[in-house]
T-cell receptor, first 110, second 115 residues
Framework: GQNIDQPTEMTATEGAIVQINCTYQ??????LFWYQQHAGEAPTFLSY????GLEEKGRFSSFLSRSKGYSYLLLKELQMKDSASYLC???????????FGTGTRLKVLA | DTGVSQDPRHKITKRGQNVTFRCDPI?????LYWYRQTLGQGPEFLTY????????KSRLLSDRFSAERPKGSFSTLEIQRTEQGDSAMYLC?????????????FGSGTRLTVV
């Protein structure tokens, strides 16, 4: 079966660093994506990992370990506007579909 | 470019009625996807088009769902004989080239409520 696990909720303080974990078990793997989704809005693309290691994009970094079926999204210098759900998604090899996790709802407190 | 457009934004329908949604992808994107999202869940894959060809359809979809992309540009998703369980946000997304690590661009979605 296909399974992606993320924590349901996290809380952090403005200016801090937060790490959102994602573990996956899928029948095949062809890349992992992170999306941000504000309440009532569409998801927006944040990052993509297909090889092991860290990808950095400004305040956001994403890490992948394919052997462990594990990824994390690191958000630095948190801002209030970062309060949103963060979705982990795996591109399943041999298909065109992405399997999404249920998302991690991040609350940034002043 | 105005991004991915979906119409309507909201739709309330009575159980048993048919509904049709429209998606206009980013013009240079040849790949188009439909997903469904319910509250507190991640998007669930429905179907995929590459140009006008429907290359994949979720086995979770019943025969009541059909999608088209007749000229490889806009797409429609039709649900026949709607049921209350069909209530969800229907998201359309498009992309150009996945191999370069480009994610989807999602539209704002159509929120369907079946009463």
């Amino acid at each position: 079966g296909q399974n992606i696990d993320q924590p349901t909720e996290m809380t952090a303080t403005e200016g801090a660093i937060v790490q959102i974990n994602c573990t996956y078990q899928t029948s095949g793997f062809n890349g992992l994506f992170w999306y941000q989704q504000h309440a009532g809005e569409a998801p927006t693309f944040l990052s993509y990992n297909v090889l092991d290691g860290l990808e950095e994009k400004g305040r956001f970094s994403s890490f992948l370990s394919r052997s462990k079926g594990y990824s994390y999204l690191l958000l630095k210098e948190l801002q209030m506007k970062d309060s949103a759900s963060y979705l982990c998604a795996v591109k399943v090899s041999g298909t065109y579909k992405y399997i999404f996790g249920t998302g991690t709802r991040l609350k940034v407190l002043a | 470019d105005t991004g991915v457009s979906q119409d309507p934004r909201h739709k309330i329908t009575k159980r048993g009625q048919n509904v049709t949604f429209r998606c206009d992808p980013i013009s240079e994107h040849n790949r188009l996807y439909w997903y469904r999202q319910t509250l507190g869940q991640g998007p669930e894959f429905l179907t995929y088009f590459q140009n006008e060809a429907q290359l994949e359809k979720s086995r979770l979809l019943s025969d009541r769902f059909s999608a088209e992309r007749p000229k490889g540009s806009f797409s429609t998703l039709e649900i026949q004989r709607t049921e209350q369980g069909d209530s969800a946000m229907y998201l359309c997304a498009s992309s150009y080239e996945e191999a370069l690590g480009y994610g989807y661009t999602f539209g704002s979605g159509t929120r369907l409520t079946v009463v």
